[in-house]
């Protein structure tokens, strides 16, 4: 999966008639329970989620779980952070499930910290559901213009759209540059790849600036005003059928995470 790809599909999944605004408001709203509700209620958000991105809006289960499956990735990388603590020896008071000992200090994983990953890694799972939820199925021209009607800053929105475009620039041009690398024999070994990965960021960041730079002419030449104008070319229309699941949904997982000791009203 690519920024490309994930762009074109924001403009083809089966929801796309849907309002943008009444998508975010669905994936705002379950966000706000993910941050605030417990495991149980999470687990519930991110098998609905899945419902929604790959049942109705028929987004390809394998492109689905290739997102998640990178973005967790950002999440077993701070997994040691998480896991391991560091004391002086003879201080650990806590129960232990592995140690190591450096000289006069031991490094060791309470058991206190798997339960912690545990709730972080639902909290995880759940709120990237909601995102690729948003991702694909929300255009993201869609977003600038609800973001408008909410009257967000001009100058947010464009800012938005700028990094937004130099987002697929900045991934177009460093594959083409990897591939050229690759083509003349670099990327062998650990040191080679090392320093191909710097000769390829410097040559990334001369090219984005001639990318920038052309940009900034070909607005000025077309008159560029004061903020600029994004058409949507998909007709809205609401669904009564998707609307009541959503409020009933919601409703559903505010019960549930009452019933389990959540909230106490």
């Given amino acids: ?49 899945t ?5 109705y809006a028929r987004i390809p289960v394998r492109i689905y779980l290739s997102f ?7 999440f077993a990388a701070g997994l040691p952070a998480l896991l391991v603590e560091g ?13 190591w000992e450096l000289g006069s200090y031991v490094l ?17 799972m759940a709120s990237l559901s909601c995102f690729a939820f948003i991702l694909f199925t929300v255009p993201f021209a869609e ?15 464009d800012l938005l759209m700028i990094m937004y475009r130099f987002i697929f620039v900045l991934v177009t041009i460093s594959h ?6 690759r083509s003349r024999g670099g990327h062998r070994g650990f040191l080679a790849t090392l320093r191909d990965a710097g000769i390829l960021v410097a040559q990334l960041f001369v090219r984005a600036m001639r990318k920038y730079e052309a940009l900034h002419k070909g607005m000025a030449a077309r008159g560029f005003g004061e903020s600029m104008h994004v058409l949507s070319f998909h007709t809205h229309a ?28």
Avoid at 51 to 55: I, R
Avoid at 246 to 257: H, N, R
């Fill in 87 to 99: 004391a002086r020896a003879g201080e650990v008071q806590s129960q232990v499930a592995a140690a």
């Fill in 68 to 74: 998640m499956m990178v973005s967790l990735s950002f």
């Fill in 238 to 265: 609401r669904s009564r059928r998707y609307e009541w699941e959503s409020i009933a949904g919601c409703m559903l997982l505010v019960l549930l995470e009452w019933w389990t000791g959540g909230w106490r009203l």
């Fill in 51 to 55: 419902v929604w991105v790959v049942v």
């Fill in 143 to 157: 977003i600038l213009q609800v973001l408008r009607r909410l009257h967000m800053p001009v100058l947010v929105t």
């Fill in 1 to 49: 999966m690519n920024g490309l790809q994930l762009d074109s599909l924001s403009y083809q999944n089966r929801l796309k008639r849907l309002p943008p605004a009444h998508k975010l408001l669905l994936a705002s709203a379950l966000l706000l329970l993910v941050l605030v509700g417990h495991v149980w209620m999470q687990m519930a958000v991110v098998v609905w989620m």
């Fill in 108 to 124: 060791y994983v309470p058991m206190s910290s798997f339960s912690k990953v545990w709730i972080l890694f639902w909290r995880t």
């Fill in 176 to 181: 083409q540059l990897w591939i050229a690398q």
